[in-house]
C-alpha cells in the first residue's frame, strides 16, 4: 500500500489563481482530514469528513476554502482565489472511522503563493 | 476550548542527554493524547499513544491529569532523535474523532 497519496507535491502560484489539491486516501479507511502547516500556527485541522460526508468545516479559514469527497477514495481541497498568506504545506490524512485511531498522513503539497 | 500546549518551539541537547518535551491539555472531557513526530523528509506518523503505555524508541509518556500534562520523555537521545515532534489531543463527538495539535518542538540531538 502506497499511504495517503496526495498531489501535486509542490505547487506554485500566482496570487488570485486557483489552486486545488487532491488527496486519495488509504483504502477501507472512511474518515479523511485535511490540515495546514505553518511556521507561525503550526498543524491546523481545516475539515474533516467520515465517510465522505463533511462532519466539521470550523478550520476552513474563509469562503475562498472549498474542500469535496466525492468518493471514498478522492477529495480535493481547493483554494480560490488564492493569497500569499495561503502559502504553506497542506497535509492529507486517514483513518478509520469509528474511534481514535492513528491518522496516517500524507507527504504533503507545499504551496507557494506569490 | 479544547488546547494543546507545546511551551518549547525549539529544543537543543546533546546526544546521550536525557531529553523531555513538554505538552499541556486543556479539556474538560476524559483525554486520550498521542505524540507524533516528523523526521526530515519524511511523513508525519504516530510515536505513541497514552493509552497503550508503551515505549517507542525508547520514548515514554505519562498522563498526568492532576498537571493536565503529557510531557515525552527519553533518558539517552540519539542524534536520530533529530525531529519536530506534536502532541495531539483527541475530540470525540459520538462516533466522530478529530486532533487537535500543539504548534509543535523542533528536537535537536547534537553529536
Known amino acids: 500500500d502506497a499511504g495517503v497519496i496526495q498531489s501535486p507535491r509542490h505547487e506554485v502560484t500566482e496570487m488570485g489563481q486557483e489552486v486545488t489539491l487532491r488527496c486519495k486516501p488509504i483504502?477501507?479507511?472512511?474518515?479523511l482530514f485535511w490540515y495546514r502547516q505553518t511556521m507561525m500556527r503550526g498543524l491546523e485541522l481545516l475539515i474533516y469528513f467520515n465517510n465522505n460526508v463533511p462532519i466539521d468545516d470550523s478550520g476552513m479559514p474563509e469562503d475562498r476554502f472549498s474542500a469535496k469527497m466525492p468518493n471514498a477514495s478522492f477529495s480535493t481541497l481547493k483554494i480560490q482565489p488564492s493569497e500569499p498568506r495561503d502559502s504553506a504545506v497542506y497535509f492529507c490524512?486517514?483513518?478509520?472511522?469509528?474511534?481514535?485511531?492513528?491518522?496516517?498522513f500524507g507527504p504533503g503539497t507545499r504551496l507557494t503563493v506569490t | 476550548a479544547q488546547r494543546v500546549t507545546q511551551p518549547e518551539k525549539l529544543l537543543s541537547v546533546f546526544k546521550g542527554a536525557p531529553v523531555e518535551l513538554k505538552c499541556n491539555y486543556s479539556?474538560?472531557?476524559?483525554?486520550?493524547l498521542f505524540w507524533y513526530v516528523q523526521y526530515s523528509r519524511q511523513r508525519l506518523q504516530l510515536l505513541l499513544r497514552?493509552?497503550s503505555r508503551e515505549s517507542i524508541k525508547g520514548f515514554t509518556a505519562d498522563l498526568n491529569k492532576g498537571e493536565t500534562s503529557f510531557h515525552l520523555k527519553k533518558p539517552f537521545a540519539q542524534e536520530e532523535d533529530s525531529a519536530m515532534y506534536y502532541c495531539?489531543?483527541?475530540?470525540?463527538?459520538?462516533?466522530?474523532?478529530?486532533?487537535?495539535f500543539g504548534k509543535g518542538t523542533l528536537l535537536t540531538v547534537n553529536p
Open positions: 490524512a486517514s483513518s478509520p472511522s469509528g474511534g481514535p485511531y492513528e491518522q496516517y
Open positions: 495531539a489531543l483527541v475530540l470525540s463527538g459520538g462516533s466522530n474523532y478529530k486532533l487537535t
Open positions: 483504502s477501507g479507511h472512511n474518515s
Open positions: 497514552h493509552i
Open positions: 479539556y474538560s472531557g476524559s483525554p486520550e
